[in-house]
């Protein structure tokens, strides 16, 4: 802020000439490379940078075009999946562990909704569910707690994981977990959920049919971390953050 007419400028330590002229070549070089990538970005052109001995050098990038066909979806209005839907429904439908995310609007859950018709016109179990009622009730699921079972309270990292014979049952049928609003799950939370999937995938007895089983089950994550974050208490905070730096420690 400029105080009572003093001149830009005033109060500031003067350079050398020396080092005023080599200020003013590294800002001419900045200047011109950021508005190659400014020209770049605004026609739609890839590019990369190469920085090689303090120098940053602009490299534009061939693309080749991608002939993808659209997947119809079945919603009454004869519509479609846009390329980048189109991408994350394949994904989906490959059966590959998969993590879906976008910004407000994108068609995160019209999406969702249409791989979820189609996973279960193929003949698989699929199980929707999110951190809240009104976003379960979005996508047709229930809750994460009353789905699979979860603690109430912090979970804590060394805990073991009981699975009631009600989630067991469930588990042993299922082949897909959709879980939507991922970024308003806590980190006790998912590590909780990803326990009982790997425990799932390991050899164990069912409480079913009593005969050894594993069973697999495709993980579907799908939320925007820009948006909606958990919603703790002031004393959950103050329990959670040292359960986070604990899990990064037994993950590392």
Known sequence: MMRGGARPGAGRKKMSIKRQSH??????????????????????????????KGKGYFEKIERKEVQTTAVDVDD???????????????L???GAN???????????SYLLKHAIDAL???????????????AARNIGGATLHHTLGIPI?????????LISKRVQELLEVTDVIVIDEISMVRVDVFDWI???????????????????ISNRIQLVLCGDFCQLPPVINVREREV???????????KN
Do not use: N, W
């Open 92 to 94: 989906i439908m490959s």
């Open 23 to 52: 200020s003013f070549r590294l800002f001419d070089a900045e200047y011109f490379l950021l508005k190659e990538c400014q020209e770049a970005i605004k026609v739609g052109t890839s590019f990369k940078i190469i920085f090689d």
């Open 98 to 108: 998969c993590f879906i995310t976008g910004g407000a609007g994108v068609g995160k």
């Open 76 to 90: 009454g209005k004869g519509g479609s999946l846009t390329v980048d839907q189109e991408r994350a429904y394949r």
């Open 120 to 134: 279960e016109k193929e003949g698989k179990k699929v199980v929707t569910c999110a951190p809240t009622g009104i």
């Open 194 to 212: 990803i326990k009982i999937i790997e425990a799932e995938a390991k050899p164990h007895y069912s409480v079913s049919s009593k005969k050894k």
């Open 153 to 161: 309270g912090i979970i804590e990292p060394k805990k073991d994981v």
């Open 240 to 250: 959670l953050y040292p359960v986070k730096v604990t899990l990064k420690k037994i």
